[in-house]
């Protein structure tokens, strides 16, 4: 969080960085249990396997906005106090109710209220996105999870056997299971594409951040990471498929099931990077030049004009 643009200044920024990274290791003491949890359900759970780097991803994330800073002095502001005692109260409720989301909220509440304390509301104003963004690391409550999983085991099915069709090999889908000529594909929980919804969610959030675009524009990029994460989903489906037709189910199990996991993130991004230079290639900004001009149209002269006239 050591940051300095031309207008914001912090000449003991040391100093402040020292408490930062103080108050940093009392907040992961206070909070170690459910941090743990968080930790074996980002090793345990594939849909979750993003939290490791969503703190990252935040850091860089506020390092890219350090030109929100506005002009003044790092200062510090009590109201810090008040949100790390949010925070804490919330981690007793979550503690002594069992309320997941209750720690969830005490901990982000204890994030901002630190940098609220040591660096001031300038900082916390510039960098409240970033602290934000760290809500992916958080998995979804169970009754959501179940809820968007099974549609999306039921569309990835549906919709893959329609391909696979189309393909040439005959497949019927029955809830969540294709049924082939020689193999039965189940798409389980784990393909259900909650990890590529998550995963992409949190990577065009993190677009819409960083970017210098308009606000349709950035509405525009985190919606389309549905249909695009759906659409890597299905793909991966398909190319199980017909993998097992075609290859073997030895072949298919060690490149499309186990690795196309790791490939349809790449496939991901450039998906939406594509999209970016359609958005770039469409929706074209008017030149400055223009803001000048009359908003009445220039009508052509009929006959040329001359700066000399000449009276008979």
Not at 79 to 104: K, N, P, Q, S, T
Not at 169 to 178: C, F, K, L, T
Request: charged content about 10%.
């Amino acid at each position: 969080m050591i940051v300095e643009s031309n207008y914001w200044k912090c000449a003991d920024w040391r100093q402040r960085g020292v408490w930062t990274i103080g108050l940093s290791a009392l907040l992961l003491l206070v909070f170690q249990n459910f941090m743990l949890e968080l930790v074996r359900r980002w090793s345990a759970e594939p849909q979750y396997s993003h939290g490791f780097g969503i703190p990252l991803m935040a850091i860089g994330l506020g390092f890219l906005r350090r030109h929100k800073l506005t002009e003044g002095v790092g200062r510090s502001h009590s109201g810090g106090l008040f949100l790390i005692g949010c925070g804490i109260v919330a981690h007793l409720i979550a503690r002594y109710l069992f309320v997941e989301l209750a720690d969830c909220g005490g901990l982000l509440c204890c994030i901002a209220g630190i940098i609220l304390l040591v660096w001031g509301g300038r900082m916390t104003l510039a960098m409240w996105p970033a602290i934000g963004f760290l809500i992916f690391m958080f998995p979804l409550p169970y009754s959501l999870e179940q809820l968007l999983s099974a549609p999306l085991q039921l569309l990835g099915a549906r919709q893959a056997a329609w391909f696979i069709q189309a393909m040439g090999i005959p497949a019927i889908a029955q809830g969540s299971v294709i049924h082939m000529v020689d193999v039965q594909l189940g798409v389980a929980e784990a393909c259900s594409g909650m990890r590529m919804l998550m995963v992409f969610v949190a990577i065009s959030a993190a677009t819409m951040i960083a970017s210098q675009r308009t606000c349709c524009e950035k509405i525009l990029i985190l919606l389309s990471s549905i249909p695009i994460a759906l659409a890597c989903n299905i793909t991966r489906i398909v190319a199980t498929a017909a993998a097992h037709h075609w290859l073997g189910s030895d072949t298919a199990d060690l490149f499309f099931h186990d690795l196309s996991g790791w490939l349809m993130m790449p496939a991901a991004m450039v998906l939406l990077f594509v999209e970016l230079r359609l958005l770039d290639w469409i929706l074209v900004a008017a030149p400055d030049s223009l803001a000048g001009n009359s908003a009445l149209p220039q009508v052509p002269a009929v006959l040329p004009v001359t700066s000399d006239t000449h009276t008979n």
